[in-house]
């Protein structure tokens, strides 16, 4: 039981002195922000594998655009599920997307993309 309560009061310090909990009325938006992109990046991340395989494809053509598709793919695959996975795990904690785009249907054209800074909202 003391083990489990350790990570609890962690993560309860961190939100009590984040400037963000001063700010109530948005604070609640910003977590179920951060919760719904846990869940849909968590579950949607193999839909990096056509995304990829599509934008390589209309670049490059096929022969490019079929291997290397798949396996930048699978790579931004793991990225989405990983970072989705984050989210989940943090989501009391607000803080900007890590990945772009931040929905994966949200411009399902354009290349995925991590953030640098990764910051508190």
Not at 25 to 46: C, F, M, Q, R, W
Request: hydrophobic share 40%; charged share 20%; no cysteine.
């Amino acid at each position: 039981m003391k083990n489990m309560l350790k990570p609890v009061l962690v993560i309860s310090a961190l939100f009590f002195f984040s400037s963000q909990a001063a700010m109530a009325d948005s604070y609640p938006e910003k977590v179920g922000d951060k919760l719904a992109h846990g869940i849909a990046n968590t579950v949607t991340g193999i839909g990096e594998i056509p995304k990829n395989i599509i934008i390589d494809t209309n670049r490059k053509g096929p022969a490019y655009g079929i291997p290397v598709g798949f396996l930048t793919g699978i790579i931004h695959g793991i990225g989405r599920t990983l970072t989705g996975a984050v989210d989940l795990i943090t989501f009391i904690i607000p803080t900007k997307p890590i990945i772009y785009p931040d929905y994966i249907w949200k411009d399902f054209d354009k290349e995925t993309h991590y953030h640098p800074d990764w910051k508190l909202q």
